[in-house]
C-alpha cells in the first residue's frame, strides 16, 4: 500500500530493553503498562491509577537524539499505547540488575538510604532515579522535587528517596563506554525505522497511523476527517483507561519529523505542535519566565515529557494551563487542512465549551508566540490546592506595560473561570489609560465580575474563584508597583484571601 509519501509498514519496531521486537496484530489502544504485565510477563512495571497521577508505572523512553546518541525521558506507561513505542528503545525496570545480579546504582541507593517499605511504588522511584542518573545525577534538593513530583508514595516517606538520589549520583559525561554504547542504540533504532515506511496498523479494533511528515500528516487527515489525532497521549490516554472509548483510526503525530522543533525569529517563537512541554519549556521561559514556570508545574515530569503545547489547546479544556498565558501574550495558532494554512489569534479558537474552530480534517500545525516588547511585563498566576501534580481551579495571565504611572498597554486572560481560557475585555478596558492605582484596580475588579460568572466544582466554588481572580489582580497590582504601595497592600491582601 503506498501513503502520501512512500510505502506503509505493519510491524511496530522497537528495544525492549536490548531485545529487538516486532509486533503485529496488536490492538492500537493497547497500554505500554497493559504490554509489559500482560504480554511480556515482565510485572516490575505497577498500575496504581491508570491515568498519569500515581507515576508507579514509571518507564524510560529512548530514542536517538539526531547528534548520534540518545535522549532518554521518563513516561507513564499507563497512558501510552503501544504503538508509539516504533522507533524507540523501552526500558524497565527489569532491565537495571546486571545478568550477574548487581543491583544497578540507583537501586542500591534505594537500599542503603531505605528507601522501600510496602515497594509497590518503588519500581516507578526507581525509574525516574534512573532518568536522572542517565543525565548525570543531581544534588540539588529543588531540581531531584521536579524530577519526583510524579511519583507517590504512602508509606516510606519522601526523605529517603531524595537521599537516594544524591547518593546513586549519575553517569559521567565523558563516560566513553556509555557514549559508545548509546551510539550503538542510536544507530540500531535509526536502522529498524528509517525508510521503512510508516506505521499503519489494521486491526479489528482499530486503525492506527504514524506519519513522518507534515505533508504526509495532513493528506491522512484529509482522508480520515474523523481520525483522534494523537500527540502525548497525556488526555487522550485516558478517554481509553477511564472512559473506556474505542478511537478509531488513531493518527499520530509523534514521529512527524518537521513539526518537533521550537524555533525562534526576532520577534516570536515558533512551536512545533509535536514539541513537548519539556522541550518547549526552556525556550518559553526566555520569553517569559512566569510561562517557563507555568510549564514547570503541568503535571509532573512524565506528564511534560510527553504532552504537548499543541495539545493542551486542541483539547479546548477551560482549565488547560498554557492558554491563558498565551492568549494573554497575543499568541496565534497555524492550522492546516491539506496543503491550506490559516492563522488564528488563539483567544478566537476557543469559541464554547467543548467547542473550538476546528474542522474535521484539521490539525494544529504550530504556536507562534510573540515575544513581549520592551516594558511589557508578564506575569501569570497558577492556583491549585498542591503545587505540583495538580489541575488548575483559577489561573490569571496578565500582559501590562505602564507609563508615567498610567496603564498604556494591558492583556488579561482567565482560566478556570468561564467555558473557555477567556480574555477580561471589561477589566482591560476599566485599567488602559488610567493611572494604576489602588481604585482603578477596584474598578478593574468590579469589571471582572461583571463579565465572568464562574462554575461551582470539586476544584472550587464559584465565589471561590471570582474572589482568587480579583485577588489575582491585586498581586499583579503589588508586583508590579512600588515597593512602598507593596509593603503597605500585603496586610489588605491576606485580609482578602
Ligand atoms: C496526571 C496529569 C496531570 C496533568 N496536569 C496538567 C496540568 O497541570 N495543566 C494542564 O494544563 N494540563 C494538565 N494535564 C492535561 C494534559 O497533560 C494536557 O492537556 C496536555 O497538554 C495534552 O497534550 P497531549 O500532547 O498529551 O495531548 P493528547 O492527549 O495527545 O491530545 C489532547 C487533545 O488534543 C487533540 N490534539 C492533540 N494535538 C493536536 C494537534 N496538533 N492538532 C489537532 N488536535 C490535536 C487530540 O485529538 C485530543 O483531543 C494533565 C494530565 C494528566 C494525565
Ligand atoms: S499507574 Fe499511576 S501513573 Fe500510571
Ligand atoms: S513504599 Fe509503599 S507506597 Fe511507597
Not at 417 to 443: F, Q, S, V, Y
Request: glycine residues 10%.
Amino acid at each position: 500500500m503506498a501513503s502520501a509519501t512512500g510505502s506503509f509498514r505493519s510491524d511496530i519496531r522497537f528495544l525492549l530493553g536490548d531485545e529487538e521486537r516486532s509486533l503485529r496484530d496488536i490492538d492500537p489502544q493497547m497500554t505500554v503498562l497493559e504490554y509489559l504485565r500482560l504480554s511480556e510477563r515482565k510485572s516490575g512495571t505497577k498500575e496504581g491509577c491508570a491515568e498519569g497521577d500515581c507515576g508507579a508505572c514509571t518507564v524510560v523512553l529512548g530514542e536517538p537524539d539526531g547528534k548520534g546518541g540518545m535522549a532518554y525521558r521518563t513516561v507513564n506507561a499507563c497512558i501510552q499505547f503501544v504503538p508509539t513505542l516504533d522507533g524507540k528503545q523501552l526500558l524497565t525496570v527489569e532491565h537495571l540488575k546486571s545478568t550477574d545480579g548487581t543491583l544497578h546504582p540507583v537501586q542500591q541507593a534505594m537500599v542503603d538510604t531505605h528507601g522501600s517499605q510496602c515497594g509497590f511504588c518503588t519500581p516507578g522511584f526507581v525509574m525516574s532515579l534512573y532518568q536522572l542518573w542517565l543525565d548525570g545525577g543531581e544534588d540539588d534538593r529543588g531540581a531531584i522535587n521536579d524530577a519526583l513530583a510524579g511519583n507517590l508514595c504512602r508509606c516510606t516517606g519522601y526523605g529517603p528517596i531524595i537521599e537516594a538520589a544524591r547518593k546513586a549520583g549519575g553517569v559521567a559525561a565523558n563516560d566513553s563506554v556509555e557514549q559508545k554504547r548509546r551510539a550503538d542504540i542510536a544507530a540500531k533504532l535509526t536502522a529498524m525505522v528509517e525508510g521503512e515506511g510508516t506505521l499503519a496498523l489494521e486491526h479489528p479494533a482499530g486503525r492506527y497511523f504514524a506519519p513522518r511528515t507534515s505533508d504526509e500528516l495532513a493528506a491522512l487527515l484529509v482522508a480520515h476527517p474523523d481520525a483522534t489525532v494523537l500527540a502525548g497521549g497525556t488526555d487522550v490516554g485516558l478517554w481509553v483507561t477511564k472512559m473506556l472509548k474505542r478511537l478509531d483510526p488513531i493518527i499520530y503525530i509523534g514521529d512527524v519529523a518537521d513539526i518537533q522543533s521550537v524555533y525562534e525569529t526576532q520577534d516570536a517563537l515558533i512551536i512545533g505542535a509535536g514539541v513537548t512541554y519539556s522541550r518547549a519549556h526552556e525556550a518559553l521561559g526566555r520569553v517569559a519566565a512566569d510561562v517557563g514556570e507555568l510549564v514547570r508545574r503541568i503535571g509532573s515530569r512524565q506528564i511534560r515529557n510527553a504532552g504537548t503545547v499543541g495539545g493542551n489547546i486542541a483539547n479546548g479544556s477551560p482549565i488547560g494551563d498554557t492558554p491563558p498565558a498565551l492568549i494573554a501574550l497575543g499568541a496565534k495558532i497555524v492550522l492546516r487542512m491539506g496543503d491550506v494554512r490559516r492563522e488564528v489569534p488563539l483567544e478566537e479558537f476557543f469559541i464554547s465549551y467543548g467547542k473550538q474552530d476546528r474542522v474535521a480534517g484539521e490539525f494544529v500545525e504550530s504556536v507562534i508566540v510573540p515575544k513581549p516588547h520592551s516594558g511589557l511585563v508578564f506575569k501569570a498566576y497558577k492556583i491549585s490546592k498542591r503545587f505540583d501534580q495538580d489541575i488548575t481551579a483559577v489561573l490569571g495571565a496578565f500582559a501590562i506595560k505602564t507609563d508615567d504611572g498610567k496603564v498604556s498597554e494591558f492583556r488579561a486572560a482567565f482560566g478556570g473561570m468561564a467555558g473557555t481560557p477567556m480574555r477580561a475585555k471589561k477589566c482591560e478596558a476599566a485599567l488602559i489609560g488610567k493611572d494604576w492605582n489602588e481604585a482603578n484596580l477596584n474598578a478593574a475588579q468590579m469589571a471582572l465580575a461583571s463579565e465572568f460568572e464562574p462554575m461551582t466544582d470539586m476544584r472550587a466554588s464559584k465565589e471561590y474563584r471570582m474572589l482568587v481572580a480579583q485577588n489575582l489582580l491585586t498581586k499583579l497590582f503589588i508586583e508590579t508597583n512600588a515597593p512602598d504601595v507593596a509593603t503597605r497592600l500585603v496586610g489588605k491582601e491576606a485580609a482578602h484571601v
